[in-house]
């Protein structure tokens, strides 16, 4: 095949492509009030035996009334989209989302909560060093101003000298007490 041939396409259009499937078009005969499609085979066939089998309960109240509603369901089935899908597609994917998880799916299943899980855990309380003690009573007075630490913080402090690194004094964090504490037993 060259570049200079064009190329040719062809495309077969037969009536079943085109018309939906359809019960009772024979040729040019078709059945009186019919074609039908599968839905309304369906209406037709329940609702039919449904009928029948309480018409002893019906019809002595309602007369004719039900056999009118169930011919004008049949005529109304005929042609049926519910948000462009046929009513048995509408009624699967319905019943697809009514069956599927609540929570959605990850992977293919079904997402879920894991059960709870008991913690459970020892501590052992040891009796304070002077010098955890000491930290401590530090970490609190600078965690929790009081009064005492208001009083403080309103007196004027002198200006700390750069030679001493001493009167420079940070709050300690509960790991840095806890350090000092560890250097402190060794």
């Not at 200079?4 to 492509?17: C, G, L, N, Q």
């Not at 599968?38 to 066939?45: C, E, F, K, L």
């Not at 929790?144 to 420079?168: D, L, T, W």
């Amino acid at each position: 095949m060259s570049a200079a041939e064009p190329v040719r396409t062809v495309r077969f259009y037969t009536s079943a492509r085109r018309l939906p499937w359809v019960i009772g078009k024979f040729a040019d005969w078709k059945i009186p009030f019919g074609p039908f499609n599968a839905v309304q085979i369906g209406v037709m066939s329940i609702g039919g035996l449904v009928l029948v089998r309480t018409a002893s309960y019906w019809w002595s109240l309602l007369g004719p009334v039900p056999v009118v509603l169930w011919a004008a369901a049949i005529f109304v089935c005929r042609r049926h989209k519910v948000a462009g899908r046929t009513p048995v597609g509408a009624a699967l994917g319905v019943g697809a989302r009514l069956v599927q998880p609540t929570g959605g799916r990850i992977g293919g299943r079904a997402a879920r909560d894991r059960r709870a899980q008991i913690l459970t855990g020892t501590f052992t309380l040891q009796p304070l060093t002077r010098e955890t003690r000491a930290v401590a009573g530090a970490l609190r007075t600078a965690a929790a101003p009081g009064r005492r630490a208001a009083r403080r913080a309103a007196r004027p402090q002198p200006a700390p000298s750069a030679a001493s690194p001493a009167a420079v004094r940070r709050p300690l964090s509960p790991v840095q007490a806890a350090l000092l504490a560890a250097k402190g037993q060794n």
